[in-house]
């Protein structure tokens, strides 16, 4: 779903969502005097139980969007709604909702069982249920054993677990969590990845996850919220975001893409430097007003053949991965060099011939891969 | 996702984190007890002298101020009396001499503890601050033994036989000095060394290959980088020893009286407390008036730095 | 700036640590060094060497003895000092750890002009000359009619204890993750559940280390006591320093290296718990 326009007022499902973000704006004054919008009317429906994972660059809103529906922050207008419950006026300790903290922030004078303690505490939970309760937490995060320890004698990914038992112990509505593996090492968070999707699973709590790594925003989400600029630019599940992105910003951000420039007619599109692609290279539904228009095209449906008076000049090449990346130049005979167009290539190295720089290319697309983006 | 402002924007207000009135009762109390002192004292410099000398007799006089130029005699003339300005003026002298001399000693120091492990060094730099937290009476008083003509000084001298008669230190201008030195050394060792420790000694190496000679190096490239830290200790030791009381009223013997000790006297035995209270505005003023030029030759460096110190202290 | 300098820095500090042919070190530098720190720890160092003098003159040795310590410690004079230096000090202490905890939470969230009042407020302390503040408090309270004494000195202790109470404080408040606060708002604490729950007990080894600077701080002032005592308010420094102006006996050295010891035991337990991992 593409959010060019306004956002419909009305949920789209029958069913109240989890949580229901409508107009959120939030402004913050800089040391300067100045003001800066970190999240510009922003709404947004999450369906109970689903992972929803909110991507964008550095200080595009989405953490701001996190600490408003924790209770962090508070909005300077619009509303939020916890199963049809309005929450954006209510104190954070009285919120079911529980938040993972970039920085785990665990109590460093507790041990992990009085961490997990905490919050079921607060809750006036007798003791022996919150004893059964840590225990149960602890057995779910796979740190059976480990409750009399302090944090400080845990690893990172170990601390990680027991944030996460601390907030899921308390059972929220709706489980928050700030770049939680950003603090891991690569290997470690492809682990942490697919365990949190297992105890999303396995709770079904809806899981609101934030992040500005798209791998794993793709590995991850039900749903992918794309943000920038204090704004939701998409949402949509992760394919739908990867193959029809709404926007360059998208199509950049998300992967690699190949943002073209051409004009489109009845019959096709004729792309500048690079000439005319067939109306069947589009997206079977494209409606797109004829005339200008920008192109998305993932690298892997671009395809280079060898082409002695090809439209383009092999630049570099490079492996990434299985993958050969190919990365060509077109340029129309006659245009002036800055009219030059780069195109990225990305097509599986075993038993290809690898071509040479300089080798001329044309280009071509597969059936359905381009997509009409904004600019 | 740190945009440059959410830091300030979660300083200000932070769940759970207390707010700003937890201090008021802090700075209520400061103000009743470190502020309105100084504001009495500033009122009392311009009311008269109390007829048994204790406190103050509310009638406004400028006498407390003239006292520091002018003798009255008994008739009521006026003369000019350089009293009191030749105690200022040896106040100031032995600050200086003091401040000097800790700043010789501290460099070496401050250097040498700055490139010890770092595990060697906590430790010697705390082994630099126990003195400090000793009571200065007792450390002061005993000076008092160690100076004695029959103390371990010239104890010493005279056993291996350089010197018949004891060499007098006690009760002259040498054993206030040496007093004062040993009060404020701390306070010029741990800020130079503050700034020391930050110093990249591989700045040193780099001059060591461009062939630079060990004096060299020393004075071009490590002084200039210790600067903030020798600025700062030069105004933590050469405020405080301007107001000194203890050592020149234990070691000086009476001959070596500083501003304090005059102020002091005004409050004790000779019962002028307005004048007592001029002379303290005075060393208020001058103490003000050296902190700001201080300020101003290290610009913004020395206000970090002297922090520093304080906390390198503590 | 920041970015490529804090790289460097961590490697500094491995490199600082006394590798290299000397090329760190300076001639006569270690030498003036060790006189320092020979000139730093001599009087304190004579001062207990001299309580074991059994002379009556104290500077001239003539033999070992402990019985200053035995003489001193029964009398009633002195006892009576001590109790007064330690009921100011122990009052003094808790009030301006109080007052300090309370200023290093507030300093956090202050505006700017609040800040530097404050801290001028604080700095002011360490920055007046104490000749000054002393006769500036013993004018006060002969102003406003508060007599001298034992009440009169907890007052104006409570006042320059709060800056050594606060630093260690405030060095602990720093070291704190802002999250763990929100952490715990999150998970369904109040504001005074958090400040029981996480402020104090994270403070607490901060607290404690303030405490013990505002006590030996408190307990060898003598300036300030000396113009507040008034009749009954000899503290221990005052009467020292009366046992040194009268008569001085090697009492005063073993009095004196008493005070010594209480006075580095506490300190070097403070630095201690300042450092202690958190």
Partial sequence: MCLTSTISEEPL??????????????????????????????????????????????????????????GLESPDSGRIDLRGQRIDNMPVWRRRVNTVFQSYALFPHMTVAQNIAFGLQMDKVPGDIIKRKVGESLDMVHLSGLGSRKPSQLSGGQQQRVALARALAKEPEVLLLDEPLSALDLKLRRGMQSELKRLQRETSITFVLVTHDQDEAMAMGDQVAVFNDGRIVQVGEPREVYLRPCSRFVADFIGEANVLTGALDTYGLVIESVGFVPRDRLM???QAALGQVHVAVRPENVSLQLDPVGSAKIIDVSYVGGDMRVEAVAAASGTAVNAAVSIVSRVPSQGVQPPRIGDRVSVSFAEGSLTVVAD | MKAPWSATARQRRQAGQGSWWSGLPGVVYLIALVFLPLVIIFVYSFLSRAKLGVGVKWQFSLTPYTELLFSESLSGGRSFDPTYLQIIANSFWYAIITSVVCLVLSIPIALWLATRAPERRTALVFAVTIPFWTSLLIRTYSFIIILNDNGPINGLLKGIGIIDEPIAMLYTPFATVVGLVYTFLPFMILPIYASAERFDFRLAEAAYDLGAAKWTVLRRIVLPSIRPGIIAGMVLVFIPALGSYLAPELLGGGKT????????????ASRNWPFGAALSVLLLVITLLVLVIFAVVAKRASRAAGRGGWEALI | M?????????????RNGGVGPGLRDFPTFKAVSYLVFVFLYLPL??????SFNSNRVVSVWRGFTFSWYSEVLGNDDIQRALFNSLRIGVVATIVSVVLATGLAIGLLTMARAGRTFAWTLIGAPLIIPEIV???????????????????????AHIAFCVPFALLPIRARLRGVDP??????????????????????PLLAPGIVAGALLAFIISLDDFIVSYFLAGPGG????????GMIRNAVTPGVNALSTLMLVASILIVSLSYLLARKRR
């Avoid at chain 3, 970015?3 to 961590?10: C, I």
């Fill in chain 3, 234 to 241: 000899t503290t221990l420094p005052v009467y020292i320093f």
């Fill in chain 3, 179 to 200: 999250a763990v606060y929100e952490a715990a708002a999150d998970l369904g604490a109040g504001e005074f559940t958090i400040f029981r729950r996480m402020t104090l």
């Fill in chain 1, 284 to 286: 079977p539904d494209t």
């Fill in chain 2, 257 to 268: 009286s500083m501003i304090a000790n005059v102020i002091a006297a005004q409050f004790g």
């Fill in chain 3, 2 to 14: 920041t970015m490529d300098s804090m790289p460097t820095r961590g490697r500094k500090r491995r």
């Fill in chain 3, 133 to 155: 503040f002393a006769i500036g408090t013993l004018a006060l309270f002969v102003q406003s009619r508060i007599p001298l004494g034992v009440n009169a000195i907890t007052l």
């Fill in chain 3, 45 to 50: 160092v004579v001062v207990v060497a001299y």
């Fill in chain 1, 13 to 70: 499902d029958a069913s109240a969502p989890a949580l229901s973000v409508r107009d959120v704006t939030k402004t913050f004054q800089t040391p300067e005097g100045g003001q800066i919008s970190a999240l510009d009317s922003v709404s947004l429906d999450i369906a109970d139980g689903s992972f929803m994972v909110l991507l964008g660059p550095s200080g595009c809103g989405k953490t701001t969007l996190l600490r408003c529906i924790a």
